[in-house]
């Protein structure tokens, strides 16, 4: 579904991501896992249209996007829930929600059903739908913000760092939302610090360090490597 190739991406004159080549295969979960800078989130939003490419390509199911606009590649079906939540501070959760059908929402359309589905993920936000997003805990924000991704109907959905500065017990809780996710066959590529749980999750991972790939394989494979285990998951 998703082949990035040879791929550099720099600011400015600091090379941020050298030479990657990464794929997503349809209905799999991949994980992208490294150290903070390694280049994880950068990677990310140069799939999402936010940064250029210097050299390389990416295609999305055959075609190459490289050319399109971020809200073109979300109409096809690339959705990301963005590192730090990103919460619209002035709209209420269900405002939050709904935004996000932008892309493909017309007067003759309800979203009714869509907001069903994500509630019913994540039954706190019905509870909480008309609050205002800025005010839920942190682990409600992020519960929102991937919701919000998901509204957009995507058939690859990119998550970022959804464990970040939330305590362990709600980490686990997000990611057993995303395994549900994972589990209804929708395509997902997963950043993450937390390589035991990116892990637990993903079908297959990337270890991104310095802004290249040093490994790759099955998550079993990665969480019996001994480098792995010596330099994310601990002896």
């Given at each position: ?7 550099t991406i ?7 991501v ?17 150290a ?112 919000r ?6 058939r ?6 959804p464990?970040?500065?939330l ?13 549900v ?15 035991v ?25 990665l ?13």
């Amino acid at each position: 579904m998703l082949v990035c190739n040879k791929l550099t991406i720099a600011h400015g004159d600091v090379v941020a991501v050298s030479d990657v080549d990464l794929e997503v295969r349809a209905g799999e979960t991949v994980a992208l896992i490294g150290a903070n800078g390694a280049g994880k989130t950068t990677l990310l939003h140069t799939i999402s249209g936010l940064n250029r490419v210097r050299t390389g390509d990416i295609a999305f199911e055959g075609k190459s996007i490289l050319s399109m606009p971020t809200d073109r590649r979300v109409s096809l079906g690339i959705s990301q829930s963005p590192e730090g939540r990103k919460i619209f501070p002035g709209l209420t959760v269900e405002e939050n929600l709904v935004v996000a059908t932008a892309s493909w929402k017309s007067w003759r359309q309800s979203c009714a059903e869509d907001l069903d589905r994500v509630f019913q993920l994540f039954p706190r936000l019905k509870e909480r739908r008309s609050q205002l997003g800025w005010s839920l805990s942190g682990g409600e924000q992020q519960m929102l913000a991937i919701s919000r991704a998901l509204m957009a109907r995507p058939r690859l959905l990119l998550l970022d760092e959804p464990s970040l500065g939330l305590a362990p017990r709600l980490a686990e809780e997000v990611y057993e939302r995303v395994k549900v996710i994972a589990d209804t066959g929708l395509t997902i590529l997963v950043v993450e610090q937390n390589t035991v749980l990116a892990l637990a999750v993903a079908d297959r991972a990337y270890v991104l360090e310095a802004g290249r790939i040093v490994l790759n394989g099955t998550a079993a494979e990665l969480r019996n490597d001994p480098r792995v285990r010596e330099a994310y998951l601990g002896r």
